[in-house]
């Protein structure tokens, strides 16, 4: 059975980094691609990030280029996302899911397992 447990999100100040953990179990984190999303009350869920194990490729919301950071631990079969100079626009709660295949793709429909979310606020 597949399980991703998202961790590490609180309140924090506007400015401020953070960063969020998610690991999985169940399968091996290296196989496929991990994407971070995250959704706010009445809005539909938004892509973040997205990462290819094995090919190292990356893609990013344009809203967070530049302040967020996609990474993964293998051997712990954990990932990251790092988010440096927060805004109160990106309070949400952040989803880290998984899918099979290599496209670092920003379709949530595309992935096929889901945690059960972390709550990001950023005061400002």
């Known amino acids: 059975q597949v399980r991703l447990v998202e961790s590490g999100g609180r309140l924090v100040q506007a400015g401020d980094s953070l960063r969020l953990s998610c690991k999985i179990s169940?399968?091996?984190?290296?196989?496929?691609?991990m994407g971070w999303f995250r959704q706010t009350p009445g809005k539909e869920r938004e892509f973040v990030a997205a990462?290819?194990?094995?090919?190292?490729?990356?893609n990013y919301a344009d809203s967070v280029v530049g302040r967020f950071i996609i990474s993964g631990d293998s051997a712990e079969n954990t990932g990251y996302l790092q988010m440096n100079s927060l805004k109160h626009e990106d309070t949400a709660v952040y989803y880290c899911?998984?899918?099979?295949?290599?496209?670092?793709?920003?379709?949530?429909?595309?992935?096929?397992?889901w945690g059960q979310g972390t709550q990001v606020t950023v005061s400002s």
């Open positions: 899911a998984v899918r099979d295949g290599t496209a670092v793709i920003g379709r949530p429909f595309r992935y096929d397992y």
């Open positions: 169940g399968r091996p984190a290296s196989r496929g691609v």
């Open positions: 990462m290819g194990w094995n090919s190292g490729s990356t």
